[in-house]
């Protein structure tokens, strides 16, 4: 990792990154007792931000019940996170498929070998690849 950080804010929460993952600039967080895992063989550019909750309760004022836990992110294999982009709790991203620049992903993307280019995890192109070989 050339700059960056894992933050835990719970005992129990865990970050695990497969191997062959360089990391140009990223801040993961594991907030309460949940996990962030990242598969073998991805890229993070600079600048982003994967986070498994808000660090902060929200209430329900009617039922005074907490509305916001924390949610284990899991990012799979052969995975592009653009920079600046931010991956938030819950999302779960499939295998070879790479995230645009600035998004903040609050959707998971289930279908593998694409590229996603909003919040919603909208998919804009099939049957694609990366590598870090300049063609």
Do not use: Y
Request: hydrophobic share 40%; net charge negative.
């Amino acid at each position: 990792m050339a700059k960056g950080s894992f933050w835990f804010e719970d005992k129990d929460g865990e970050i695990v990154i497969g191997s062959n993952t360089p990391i140009v600039d990223a801040d993961f967080a594991s907030i309460e007792s949940v996990s962030v895992r990242v598969g073998n063989d991805c890229m993070f550019s600079f600048g982003t931000d994967i986070r498994s909750g808000d660090s902060h309760s929200m209430i329900d004022l009617a039922t005074n019940k907490r509305i916001n836990h924390s949610e284990d992110i899991v990012i799979g294999a052969h995975v592009w996170i653009g920079a600046r982009a931010t991956v938030l709790k819950g999302v779960k991203i499939s295998d070879h498929v790479i995230v645009g620049n600035r998004l903040i992903v609050t959707k998971s993307c289930i279908k593998s070998n694409c590229i996603i280019s909003d919040a919603s995890a909208r998919m804009i192109k099939e049957n694609i690849g990366w590598t870090r070989e300049q063609i």
